[in-house]
């Protein structure tokens, strides 16, 4: 333990970065690191990027706060707009909060109000996915499938109001996968659930999981049968990351009732997040009771909305969605020339640039060999100047130890080649 006046997140010893440049982190030993995980998923633009930076002190110097419910902001309109436009969402409303967490608890209680609105009280549960993760504020790991962050804090949550369906299956077709949605309601009373929320490729708690194409489209349908509101929680998959604006529309198109963002949207510039909610959600609320009953002092901060804005403007200028893609192609398929070379990784896997190994022992093909695996590859590839973003842990039907890599959407093929070098290198250091 060192006598820094830093609550850390854990015993282990953080390096102290001090600078940052396009896909590189230094600390303050002038070690530089390779940004292979974008931190947790969020820097999709690089670091260093000085017109957001620009941006953001011209924006604190014209207007840097107002609340509200007081004021929208000339920024919030431009950027709503933008956003809209973006995603591919017609007429959908932004509604901003500075964080994931945030984000997908207004979602939650906007698809509360939006049946309470319309007289249907009844619906008061939220239908999840086992794993999952949606957030770290109680509500939100309320709605998570994760059992290793969830257990110190169940007698909190009232665990009917949150069923979990089991996670996608992609060796189904996407139809037959997304039926067991419809199963699962039949059981729990329709009437009672007012959302199902779900990550259309699966970020922390289970490596970059996606289901088979078709699964999305038909999960809307089965809402829409029994007036469930479908909440895609974009907050790691969104905003480009898997080579489309939207991870849900990766196969077609698909209209969520609310979309829910996060990550991406400022790229760690500025603290923003929010969700996206349809033309029938917004105006069922407004032509109600007028008004949502939710805030948070921050939401919607100047700031942060105009380094979302300058961010919105990298990523169309500098077409980093279809770089996504085409990175993401270039990475997938070094991953798995990885598994050919080291036993010990079983699969790689995503979209985009939101892809994951999964480790483990090749023996019995189980995802957890041993303790911390993913913890030790991380931690070697980090020697090796990598940065990674491990998971941990065969609970809740996850496979156990795996690592996310999920560079900056901007990182160039030689740099994409010096990330995979590396891995393969801490995958030698840690056995095999
Ligand atoms: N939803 C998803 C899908 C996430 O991946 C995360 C964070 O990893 C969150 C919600 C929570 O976001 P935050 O950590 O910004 O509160």
Not at 96 to 123: C, F, M, N, W
Not at 161 to 174: D, I, V
Request: glycine share 12%; charged share 20%.
């Amino acid at each position: 333990m060192t006598d820094s006046s830093v609550f850390y997140r854990s015993r282990k010893s953080y390096p102290v970065a001090v600078r940052a440049e396009g896909v590189y982190v230094f600390d303050d030993r002038g070690q530089r690191y390779l940004d292979g995980s974008s931190g947790a998923l969020v820097a999709n633009i690089g670091h260093g990027r000085t017109a957001v930076a620009d941006a953001m002190a011209a924006q604190a110097r014209r207007l840097a706060f107002v609340h509200g419910s007081q004021f929208s902001s000339d920024v919030l309109e431009e950027y709503a707009s933008r956003l809209a436009g973006f995603l591919k969402l017609p007429g959908f409303r932004f509604w901003a909060v500075s964080g994931g967490s945030e984000a997908t608890e207004s979602a939650i209680k906007l698809a509360r109000q939006y049946h309470a609105e319309r007289g249907d009280l009844e619906r008061y549960r939220v239908v999840t996915r086992r794993p999952s993760y949606h957030g770290a504020s109680l509500g939100a790991l309320a709605a998570s499938g994760m059992g290793a962050r969830r257990e110190l804090y169940t007698p909190l949550m009232n665990e009917s109001a949150w069923p979990k369906l089991s996670k996608p299956n992609p060796e189904l077709s996407g139809e037959a996968d997304a039926e067991r949605l419809r199963t699962l309601l039949e059981e729990l009373g329709p009437q009672t659930v007012a959302a199902f929320m779900a990550e259309p490729v699966v970020g922390a708690s289970d490596a970059a999981l996606a289901p088979s194409p078709g699964y999305h489209a038909r999960i809307a349908e089965i809402c829409r049968e029994y007036g469930v509101l479908f909440i895609a929680d974009e907050v790691m998959s969104g905003m480009g990351r898997c080579g489309a604006p939207l991870a849900v529309q990766l196969h077609g198109p698909v209209t969520p009732d609310i979309v829910v963002l996060g990550k991406g949207l400022a790229a760690g510039y500025a603290p923003l997040a929010g969700l996206m909610a349809s033309p029938t959600v917004h105006d069922t609320v407004m032509n109600g009771s007028g008004a949502f009953k939710h805030g948070f002092t921050y939401a919607g901060h100047p700031v942060s909305v105009a380094a979302g804005l300058s961010v919105l403007d990298t990523v169309q200028n500098e077409n980093l969605v279809e770089a996504a893609r085409e990175r993401g192609t270039q990475l997938l398929a070094g991953l798995r020339t990885l598994r050919s070379r080291h036993p010990q990784v079983l699969e790689a896997r995503g979209h985009g640039l939101l892809l994951g190994l999964i480790l483990g022992d090749p023996a019995t093909g189980e995802a957890c060999a041993g303790p911390g695996l993913a913890e030790r590859v991380a931690l070697a590839a980090r020697t090796r100047g990598l940065l990674t973003y491990p998971g941990t842990g065969a609970v809740d039907g996850t496979r156990g130890d795996h690592l996310l890599l999920g560079p900056p959407l901007s990182i160039r093929p030689a740099e994409i080649e010096e990330l995979l070098a590396a891995l393969d290198g801490a995958l030698s250091d840690t056995g095999g």
